[in-house]
C-alpha cells in the first residue's frame, strides 16, 4: 500500500491490485476484441458475405473491423461521463458485461449461405455494441491504476493495462491456433471458428470476480468527498483540456501498427486472392510471437517511461515503428516466413511498445481527475476510430493484384505514425508531475533530485 505525500490524494491506495485488476481485465475484454479481428481476416469474407467477387468480400469483411471503432467516440462519451461521475469501477463493469454478451452472441450469428443479406447486418450490429463497450475500458483501466499508483511509479503500473491488452490478443490466437490447425477446414468454416466467441461466457464470470475486489481510487474519492464532481466533465473537457485531447487524438492515431500487423498484414498474407500463400495457422504465429515478446517488454518501457519521462519513448516508438512497417509488408510479400516473424518481432513486439507502454500514464496523466475519463476516452477514440478505417483503405488502394503494396501502405502507416510523434513532441512532459497538480497548466514539476528520492522511496515500499 503507498503512502500519501504532498500533492497526493490521501486514502488507500491498492496499487498492486489495481494494476493487477487492470491486467486481467483488460486482458479478458481485449481477447473479446481480437477474436473478432482474427475472424474478420481470415473466416468471415467466406461465411459472411456473397461469393464471386473475393476482393469485395475482402473489403467488407475487413470494414466490419472499422465499423466497431465508429461506435467507440459515442461510447467513449457516455462511458467517458459515467467514469467521472460514478466511478472508474462502476464503468469498467458495465463494459466488461456488454463485450462479453455481444461477443458470445456473434458466436451462434446465422452465415449468409443461412440468412442471406441480414448475416452482414446482425455481424455490424453486435460490432458497434463491441465498439461502444471498448471505448470505456482503457481510459477507465488507465484512470484507476494511474490514481491508485505511487509517486514515481505511475507509468510502471499503468503499463499493466496494456500488457493485458497484448495478453488478451495471444490468448485470442491461441484458441484460433489448434482450430484452424488440427481441425479440418470445412469443420472449421461450418462451427469451429464459433468456438473462441462462445468461451466469452469465461470473460463475464472471471472479469466480474476479479473486478468487484478493488476499491475506488483515492482521487475519485476526495473529489466526490469534496463535492467536486462535475455535472458535465465533458464539457469541463473540452473548455479546459481541448488542446491536449487534440495531441491525444493525434498520438492515439498509433493503432495504424496493430492494424497493419495483426488486420492487414494477416488478409495480405493468407487470403488466396492476393496469392502470397501463407497458411493461417503459420500466419496467426506471428502476431503471437511479437506479443509475447511485447509482454515482456511493456513493463520495462513503463518503468524506463518513469526515470525519463514520457515523450522520448512515444517519439522513438513512433517513428521507429513506422519505418519497419515497410520491411513487415516486404517480408510477408515474397512470403518469407522467418524474416516476416524478425520484422514482427521488432515492429510489433519492442520498438511499437515505446508508444504502446506509454500511453496508458501519458495520456490520463494530462488531464485532471474529474474530466480524466471523458477526456482520454474522447480523444483516444477518436483517434483510433480514424486508424481503424484503414484496413478497408489499404484493401482499396492495395487491392489483390496491384504492385508496390508494401510500399503504398508502408507509406501510408509512416505518415500517420509522424503525425503521432508530433503531437508527441508538443505534449508537455508530465512523469515528475504530483496527481493533484495533473493537468494544471502552472504546475511545476518536481526537482530531479527529489523526484528521484521520492521514486526510491515508493520503489522500496512496494
Known amino acids: 500500500m503507498a503512502t500519501a505525500t504532498a500533492g497526493e490524494p490521501s486514502g488507500k491506495h491498492q496499487s498492486g491490485k489495481a494494476a493487477a485488476s487492470g491486467w486481467i481485465g483488460s486482458a479478458l475484454e ?3 476484441f481480437f477474436i473478432y479481428a482474427t475472424a474478420a481476416s481470415l473466416i468471415f469474407p467466406q461465411i459472411f458475405f456473397p461469393k464471386g467477387n473475393p476482393g469485395a468480400a475482402i473489403a467488407a469483411s475487413l470494414a466490419t473491423y472499422g465499423v466497431g471503432y465508429v461506435a467507440r467516440p459515442i461510447g467513449a462519451f457516455v462511458l467517458g461521463h459515467m467514469g467521472d461521475t460514478l466511478g472508474r469501477k462502476k464503468v469498467l463493469l458495465v463494459c466488461m458485461f456488454m463485450m462479453g454478451i455481444s461477443t458470445m452472441a456473434v458466436g451462434v450469428l446465422p452465415t449468409y449461405g443461412q440468412v442471406g443479406i441480414l448475416a452482414p447486418f446482425l455481424l455490424v450490429a453486435l460490432r458497434l455494441i463491441q465498439g461502444f463497450a471498448v471505448a470505456g ?19 510502471f503500473f499503468a503499463s499493466f493495462s496494456l500488457q493485458g491488452v497484448q495478453a488478451g ?11 484452424a490447425h488440427y481441425l479440418p477446414k470445412e469443420a472449421f468454416d461450418a462451427w469451429g471458428w464459433r468456438i473462441p ?11 466480474y470476480i476479479i473486478r468487484r475486489e478493488v476499491t475506488e481510487t483515492p482521487a475519485f474519492a476526495e473529489e466526490s468527498a469534496q463535492g467536486q464532481i462535475p455535472r458535465s466533465p465533458i464539457a469541463e473537457a473540452f473548455r479546459l483540456s481541448w488542446a491536449d485531447m487534440l495531441r491525444v487524438m493525434c498520438m492515439a492515431l498509433m493503432n495504424v501498427i496493430p492494424v497493419v500487423a495483426t488486420i492487414f498484414g494477416a488478409a495480405y498474407a493468407v487470403q488466396p486472392a492476393y496469392g502470397i500463400g501463407f497458411k493461417a495457422d503459420v500466419y496467426l504465429w506471428i502476431p503471437v510471437l511479437g506479443n509475447i515478446v511485447a509482454v515482456v517488454v511493456i513493463p520495462y518501457a513503463g518503468n524506463l517511461s518513469d526515470r525519463i519521462g514520457r515523450r522520448l519513448p512515444v517519439i522513438v516508438g513512433a517513428l521507429t515503428s513506422g519505418v519497419l512497417a515497410f520491411a513487415y509488408l516486404y517480408a510477408i510479400s515474397i512470403a518469407n516466413v522467418p524474416l516476416a516473424i524478425v520484422m514482427s518481432l521488432l515492429m510489433w513486439g519492442i520498438v511499437y511498445q515505446g508508444y504502446n507502454a506509454v500511453f496508458p500514464s501519458f495520456f490520463p496523466e494530462l488531464f485532471q481527475t474529474h474530466t480524466r475519463v471523458s477526456a482520454m476516452a474522447i480523444a483516444q477514440n477518436v483517434g483510433t476510430t480514424i486508424t481503424a478505417l484503414l484496413p478497408a483503405l489499404f484493401a482499396a488502394v492495395a487491392p489483390p493484384g496491384s504492385a508496390n503494396i508494401p510500399l503504398t501502405v508502408g507509406a501510408i502507416a509512416f505518415g500517420v505514425t509522424a503525425v503521432a510523434a508530433v503531437a508527441a513532441y508538443t505534449a508537455r512532459e508530465t512523469h515528475r508531475l504530483h496527481l493533484n497538480d495533473l493537468g494544471h497548466p502552472n504546475a511545476q514539476p518536481v526537482p530531479k533530485p527529489e523526484f528521484d528520492r521520492l521514486r526510491e522511496q515508493s520503489m522500496a515500499g512496494a
Open 30 to 32: 481485449y481477447y473479446d
Open 137 to 155: 475500458e482503457i481510459s477507465s483501466s488507465s484512470s484507476m491504476i494511474l490514481e491508485h499508483a505511487p509517486f514515481g511509479r505511475r507509468g
Open 169 to 179: 490478443q495471444i490468448f485470442a490466437a491461441a484458441v484460433f491456433l489448434p482450430l
Open 197 to 207: 466467441f462462445l468461451l466469452s461466457f469465461l470473460v463475464i464470470l472471471a472479469g
